[in-house]
């Protein structure tokens, strides 16, 4: 079985800086894409930001030059690094992983979420 466990969210001041990871635990061959979303109360989950396996990198337009996404060396693992923060940044974030191949087939994953707070 697959699971993604993300760490890394808390409370900042606006201007501060967080770093998000999520890793994938189980018998994986490969993944295609790996992305942070998050939610904010009463608003739609929306895409922040996603990489693809050939290193390709997407960002919502709220969040360009402030946030990077990237890979880590196991592969497994994705970092959401969020710069210069604004309080509208408030929201619990999730971390998604696309097609992911594993023994158990072909499948999408969320991890579990962690809530970022930030403070005027």
């Known amino acids: 079985q697959v699971q993604l466990v993300e760490s890394g969210g808390g409370l900042v001041q606006a201007g501060g800086s967080l770093r998000l990871s999520c890793a994938a635990f189980?018998?994986?061959?490969?993944?295609?894409?790996m992305g942070w979303y998050r939610q904010a109360p009463g608003k739609q989950r929306e895409l922040v930001a996603a990489i693809t396996s050939g290193g390709s990198t997407n960002y919502v337009d709220s969040v360009k030059g402030r946030f990077t996404i990237s890979r880590g060396n196991a592969k497994n693992t994705v970092y959401l690094q969020m710069n210069s923060l604004k309080p509208e940044d408030t929201a619990v974030y999730y971390c998604?992983?696309?097609?992911?191949?594993?023994?158990?087939?072909?499948?999408?994953?969320w991890g579990q979420g962690t809530q970022v707070t930030v403070s005027s």
């Open positions: 998604n992983f696309l097609r992911v191949a594993s023994i158990k087939g072909v499948n999408d994953y």
């Open positions: 189980g018998s994986i061959f490969s993944i295609n894409v």
